[in-house]
């Protein structure tokens, strides 16, 4: 992995979502699939920088793989919301000038993060949402996916479960957070995040998650770091956890301190489950979570890759330039 | 205006907007109409607080008047999107549990700030958009207004103009960015903040903007301060605006060097015009804006009142305990 030649090092972090997930609800082959897509989504924005590639387009590809994968929140395999429907929201941003694109509640595109890409690439907008985010993107020669596309029967099922137990407690398994993200460093030294989410299972009233939230869900600057969360949305927002934990870099905090302060103090203190992946301008890279999980990969400057979903899987690279941290 | 009796002193900012005006172009009946519905928004929000009120009350209470007035960009005299229609946003946030709500491109709620605090205090979502925005409305016995309502000739007259020099440079007065806003602090020593605005005239593809963004235009913490933002909304999500000077403040730094350091530094460095009003849990308030003027108004701690527009009026109040700093 380390065929790196000129230029800064390179380093990617992905993470596939965050929550509550007992071990013993997690069938052998499902584990092996999840773990197999992660090292695929990782391996693939990885190859992107090697080859002298932008980290935003890195993110992208990241992305963009785990959204064609059935096993994650986003793009096909996306949560259905009340209606029985897909609203889908991605965001990404780029260190270099703080540019940024994001889409909200879309339903008619294969891989949003593409649309949040163009939206920065191509508008004076960073945000655009609904039926107006899908009319641009049809300006932009998108193609209109059909929305039977994004249909899983595993998506489907766990509706009908949420459904039926309505007045109840959500079951356990849908406090698993699997919005998907990825955050960059390319050879020039600019950094970049990105995050793409179908949302909540059984969502209502055109609910915004942080997701497509510039700050909340993304943030990137060369500045700081570089950050994508993965979460109780509204806690998340509250918090601007993103930017939060970026603030606090710029401002003279190492990059762990300020993630591990961010999700395992302020939004643990406030219940707020959930994780981050980030990484700074030297490619130290922290994944903190305070949840039983986060699926989550790595590729750090010294080539060593990581894919991990439980607490106790130690990730390498503690040790080296381009730290790991928990 | 300072009967005030018991727990902590008051105070109240509102802003109406920042931007690019001329004198010349201002008759002095506007001038004055405006002044005057400044005055009646910022002491009916400084009536519910020295009434014992909260400042989210108080902060609902000065943009509702805002909002029924059709001199401001927001409810009623909002301005007209591409389509010849009314997209408005709205966003609340209170200081002492970080509680927040905000609603997104709604168009038949006369008072979009009433659901953003119907969002924060009877939803488990900070977000809401859209037509699912206007259902949760409807659950909460909100009466949908005619969008016939929201129509003024000004800004429909605005609409076409712009429409008629599309290729061509905005007409100046289109630069003037009129969101409202409030941030006030009661009795309880509490904080609030809210924003309201009909977004930017002939605007496409469901753009949103910093308005309904917690963190971007919106943010509230006993802690540190509240603040409400107007200008080029873009920018403001990008630095993260209000949150951006909320956290300088909670590290340590004085809200008024904050509160200039984001708007007359970090903005002003990136093309990004507009202003914020802020206060802090002492009621220090300040307002600085990089734009030719802003519509404000505030009653400091003292009581001592200020409505101002321009740039060269001196706000009263600088030598006092609740300073009001440019």
Same mark, same amino acid.
């Given at each position: ?23 013993? %609800? ?48 986003? +793009?096909? #395999? ?59 993107? %049809? ?59 179908? +949302?909540?299972?059984? !969502?209502?009233?055109? %609910? ?8 909340? #869900? ?33 401002? #003279?905090?190492?990059?762990? !301190? ?69």
């Amino acid at each position: 992995m380390s065929d790196q030649v000129g230029g800064s090092p390179v380093a990617i972090v992905i993470h596939g979502g965050a929550g509550t997930i007992a071990r013993a %609800r997690m069938t052998d082959e499902m584990e092996a699939n999840i773990r197999q897509v992660l090292k695929e989504s990782v391996h693939a924005g990885h190859r992107v920088l090697t080859k002298g590639g932008s980290s935003t387009d890195a993110v992208a590809k990241a992305i963009r793989v785990m959204e064609d994968s059935p096993l994650f929140n986003a +793009g096909k #395999g996306s949560v259905f919301n009340a209606d029985g429907k897909h609203e889908m929201d991605a965001s990404i941003m780029e260190g270099q000038d703080l540019n940024a694109g994001s889409v909200a509640a879309v339903s008619r595109i294969k891989n949003p993060i593409d649309l949040a890409l163009k939206v920065m690439t191509d508008s004076e907008h960073v945000m655009l949402m609904g039926a107006g985010a899908e009319e641009f993107a %049809r300006r932009q020669k998108f193609t209109m996916t059909d929305p039977g596309y994004f249909h899983t029967d595993f998506r489907w099922q766990q509706l009908q479960r949420i459904k039926a137990r309505e007045t109840a407690k959500q079951d356990q398994d849908d406090q698993w957070f699997s919005t998907v993200g990825a955050v960059a460093l390319d050879r020039n030294g600019n950094l970049a995040a990105g995050t793409s989410t179908g +949302g909540t299972s059984n !969502k209502r009233w055109g %609910r915004v998650g942080d997701s497509p939230i510039i700050g909340a #869900g993304t943030y990137a600057d060369n500045n700081s770091c570089a950050v994508s969360a993965t979460g109780h949305g509204e806690f998340f927002i509250r918090y601007v956890v993103a930017y939060n934990i970026c603030q606090r870099v710029e401002l #003279g905090m190492s990059l762990a !301190k300020a993630a591990d302060l961010v999700v395992n103090q302020i939004l643990l203190d406030a219940n707020g489950e959930g994780g981050v992946i980030a990484m700074d301008p030297k490619g130290n890279i922290s994944m903190p979570f305070n949840s039983e999980g986060m699926y989550r990969a790595s590729v750090n400057t010294a080539g060593e890759q990581s894919v991990s979903i439980y607490r106790d899987e130690a990730d390498p690279g503690t040790t080296l330039t381009g730290n790991v941290d928990h």
